[in-house]
């Protein structure tokens, strides 16, 4: 991986921003103000409202994923961005380190992937939420990306990505936020 790259453009942006007067500031800048911060691991002081600060700014231009060091945060925006999840951006992200581009939910895919592959060990993905915060969503979309990036694509890949739909049909209950709400955890292998 070469995760230095993305933080030394930063530093250099932040650099170049000093050196400039208050008004001629970088379109850069202007851009951050809007839209936040990829990794809040870069915020100044990390803190209740700087969080929930940087979280609005990017959810309120639909960037719903933002990292928090190695912690993915999706925010749900009850809504569906097929461009986020098209065949050419699973594409974008493959060999890619979770630093090199926007985070999405296909960087954690890839760097599981490419750590249980490289290292030959287990990985462990969690995903949380509240009723209705996109769990089954997400993990639909890992599995896209699983079955996506492997080398042969099997029957079995395909039969445990159309089982997802069947096995929520059990345990499952209707709440106030979804009408699919799982009253279990899932595993899968």
């Known amino acids: 991986f ?11 942006r932040a650099a170049d921003a000093m050196s400039w007067g208050a008004n001629d500031a970088p379109q850069w800048q202007n851009k951050l ?9 870069l915020i100044a002081k990390v803190d209740i409202p700087n969080i929930l600060d940087n979280l609005y700014r990017r959810f309120s231009v639909n960037i719903i994923y933002t990292n928090i060091g190695d ?15 098209e ?13 090199e581009l926007p985070p999405h939910i296909y960087a954690i895919a890839e760097q599981a992937y490419r750590s249980m592959m490289v290292d030959k060990e287990n990985q462990c993905i969690i995903i949380s ?28 890949e395909q039969k445990i990505l159309e089982s997802s739909p069947l096995l929520e049909a059990f345990g499952n209950c209707k709440t106030v936020n979804n009408n ?4 279990f955890g899932k595993f899968t292998k």
Do not use: W
């Open 2 to 12: 070469q995760a230095g790259g993305r933080q030394q453009a930063r530093a250099e």
């Open 71 to 85: 912690v993915l945060i999706s925010m749900n925006p009850f809504q569906y961005f097929p461009e986020l999840y």
């Open 33 to 41: 103000k809007q839209e936040g911060l990829d990794d809040m691991t």
């Open 180 to 183: 699919n709400s799982s009253r």
């Open 129 to 156: 939420g509240e009723s209705g915060a996109g769990k089954s969503e997400t993990t639909k979309l890992l599995l896209q990306y699983l079955s996506s990036v492997t080398a042969t694509h099997s029957v079995v």
């Open 87 to 99: 065949d050419s951006v699973i594409q974008q992200y493959v060999g890619k380190s979770r630093l």
